[in-house]
């Protein structure tokens, strides 16, 4: 818009705001600013991904803003009161008349933005716990299944395989290959983790690269990365770097080993140490068989000289003949008894035979019977009634004529 105020005249305030917007986008001194200085009034607005802060210091305040597209980029959290270095272009916003800074670029003033993302992180997780010896899983003493998360091609893998091989080369090692650096590479270490917790049946694991700089062991302080190895149920040991490299994997993981060789020692044991180790077992427990034998030596000579004195077998021969003599007093004894019950049976036989009916009737008697009752007595009988008479060797019927 082309407003010459030389000449009076009306315009509105859209217009207005129009045409300092456009001085100001036509300025190349204000394209391309660094403005330093402390933020205050932050509003970090999640669900857009846009941040809207103002930038002051001792005398003066400047509104700001920074896109989502360039916030995603930032590698630390910006907070009230930080002191940063901003990089972008002044411009305003026609609908308030607001003048404002629009950042592109945002470091913290005096440390670099990494080291500030990774000691923001790493003061989160340790407040959320994650870092705490409480939750650290102890490491198997004989593990079977090693499961090693690294690059496929990086010599930390080679490093890893041939201590493996020579300290314990009874356990079995699965590679899961991953990039270790750039921008797939934490999402691709997370993914590892989570597949391991998903199922894996490996008793250890063991996440890791070589040494570098901080940028290309960055992939390692991921957030995501720190919780999907606290929530493993597998032992997991951090192996990033150099002995002098720290990374968040370092401090969430049940062990960290300055470097991956360490690792590959740390999760097995040495096979000639366990070897030497038996050994010195087998002596120990042939000293104390030797103890034992010693010690209970004399014990076993009075057993021995008590088994002479007592000889069992003059002992068992005793019994035995006192065993034969009771036997003989038993059956002279139960003869004699026999024979006194079988006199004693004869007598009352005798008894029995002599109050026997059938023998007196053998004798010429005979007993006379009306309606199956004996009779006594003549008096019982009548004139007509009808009788039986028993005799040694069979029954007749009669009547009583008179």
């Not at 404002?100 to 080291?115: H, R, S």
């Not at 959320?128 to 299944?145: A, I, N, R, Y």
């Not at 990374?247 to 470097?259: E, L, N």
């Not at 088994?307 to 006192?322: Q, T």
Request: net charge negative; glycine share 6%.
């Amino acid at each position: 818009m082309n407003t010459n105020f030389t000449t009076p005249k009306i315009i509105s305030v859209s217009a207005l705001n129009t045409y300092l917007k456009g001085l100001l986008d036509s300025d190349p001194n204000l394209q391309y600013v660094f403005v330093s200085g402390e933020i205050s009034n932050l509003t970090d607005h999640y669900s857009s991904g846009h941040i809207y802060l103002s930038l002051k210091d001792s005398k003066a305040v400047i509104k700001a803003v920074m896109f989502s597209f360039n916030a995603s980029r930032l590698r630390f959290k910006p907070q009230n009161g930080m002191k940063v270095l901003v990089r972008g272009r002044v411009s305003i916003y026609e609908p308030s008349g607001q003048y404002q800074l629009y950042i592109e670029d945002m470091q913290p003033d005096g440390i670099g933005a990494l080291t500030l993302a990774f000691e923001q992180l790493k003061e989160k997780l340790l407040k959320e716990g994650l870092f705490d010896k409480s939750h650290k899983k102890p490491l198997p003493l004989f593990p079977k299944k090693i499961t090693v998360i690294t690059s496929p091609t990086g010599a930390a893998l080679q490093d890893i395989r041939n201590i493996l091989s020579r300290r314990w080369p009874y356990a079995q090692v699965e590679l899961l290959p991953v990039l270790v650096q750039g921008e797939d590479a934490a999402f691709q270490l997370t993914n590892a983790v989570k597949s391991v917790s998903a199922g894996s049946d490996c008793d250890v694991v063991i996440i890791g690269r070589g040494g570098g700089s901080v940028e290309d062991l960055w992939a390692f302080n991921s957030e995501d990365l720190a919780r999907a190895i606290f929530a493993c149920p597998v032992p997991v040991v951090s192996a990033v770097g150099h002995e002098t490299d720290f990374t968040i994997c370092d401090f969430v993981s049940d062990m960290r080993a300055p470097t991956p060789s360490a690792a590959a020692e740390l999760v097995v044991p040495d096979r000639a140490e366990q070897a030497e180790m038996l050994l010195q077992q087998r002596q120990y427990l042939f000293s104390l068989i030797d103890r034992f034998l010693s010690k209970h030596k004399s014990q076993f000579d009075i057993f021995t000289h008590k088994i002479d004195v007592l000889d069992p077998n003059r002992e068992y021969l005793d019994k035995c003949n006192n065993l034969d003599r009771l036997s003989e007093k038993l059956k002279v004894k139960g003869e004699t008894i026999i024979a006194e019950k079988e006199k004693e049976l004869f007598g009352l036989k005798g008894s029995l035979f002599a109050l026997d009916p059938v023998s007196i009737l053998r004798r010429g008697y005979s007993v006379v019977s009306k309606d199956d009752v004996t009779v006594n007595s003549v008096e019982e009988l009548s004139e007509g009634d009808k009788i039986s008479l028993r005799f040694k060797d069979g029954t007749v019927n009669a009547e009583i004529t008179q």
